[in-house]
């Protein structure tokens, strides 16, 4: 009975760490963080699957920032010759460079979201890299 408990303790852990470490990337990343502000913020646009047709794009609309197709956030890697582009998802989600359908950097499309964390800049970091793991999560595996 003690053999049984002990096996049943040891199996219980093993299953909780494999989960915790599921949720975690290479770079020590939160995919769960990443994948809710995802939802939050990004989702609108790139849909929830990541491939650009989220609610917010719409091709006949008379504002033309809604006419900008969205990126398809599953193919960075196959456009970028099989590796994942993280300096350039971060620079997007920082707003460093001009994307037509994120608006102007005064304005991105997700407000300030990010830019009011510029003051705590650790925690700013950690979404960005949360937010960057779970985008590259989503990378269509090569053929």
Not at 64 to 70: F, G
Not at 81 to 106: C, L, M, Q, S, W
Request: aromatic letters at 8%.
């Amino acid at each position: 009975m003690r053999y049984t408990r002990l096996a049943i303790l040891t199996f219980s852990i093993g299953v909780a760490f494999t989960a915790y470490a599921s949720a975690q990337s290479k770079t020590g990343a939160n995919l769960a963080a990443g994948k809710e502000l995802f939802h939050q913020h990004c989702s609108s646009c790139h849909g929830n699957d990541g491939k650009g047709l989220g609610s917010m794009y719409d091709p006949n609309s008379a504002d033309k920032s809604r006419r900008v197709p969205p990126a398809d956030l599953t193919v960075l890697s196959q456009q970028n010759a099989g590796k994942f582009p993280e300096d350039r998802v971060k620079e997007a989600i920082y707003n460093k460079k001009a994307i037509p359908g994120h608006g102007t950097p005064d304005m991105p499309a997700w407000g300030n979201v990010f830019y009011n964390q510029k003051s705590n800049q650790k925690g700013l970091e950690t979404r960005v890299r949360d937010l960057t793991a779970y985008i590259e999560s989503l990378q269509v595996k090569g053929k």
